[in-house]
């Protein structure tokens, strides 16, 4: 299984993709800490996360899983007008689900994964 995310420790910043080979990222959105990829029809396909460490401190998980990552999981969830960001981290002892952002957006962005 090929590899879907990066952490990069000297930048702290977390790196996640979803994005399938034939799928072209059309723009970008930076949102605070996060910045999001697209398709052409509004698909979230990578989402990068800037001071990740920093977040996982505020949120009570040690930011030590992030040397020990095998596998990301990104999970994109639209309510109405909203959509919800969370990632499944895993480890080889461990799975941690946290939620790393909601926000509203336009009727260009969509939830499918």
């Keep these: 299984m090929k590899k879907n995310f ?4 000297v930048s702290d910043s977390l790196i996640i993709s979803v994005k399938q080979q034939d799928e072209k990222v059309h723009g ?44 990301v999981n990104l999970i994109v969830q ?7 960001l969370f990632a499944i981290l895993k480890t080889p002892n461990s799975r ?7 926000f509203p957006v336009s009727k260009n962005l969509t939830s499918s994964v």
């Design 28 to 71: 970008s959105a930076e949102i605070g800490n996060l910045v999001l990829d697209f398709t052409n029809n509004g698909k979230i396909v990578n989402v990068e996360f800037s001071n990740i460490s920093k977040f996982l401190e505020m949120i009570n998980i040690n930011p030590n899983i992030l040397s020990e990552l095998t596998e």
């Design 78 to 84: 639209r309510q109405k007008e909203a959509i919800s």
């Design 96 to 102: 941690q689900p946290i939620s790393l952002a909601t």
């Design 6 to 9: 990066d952490y990069d420790d």
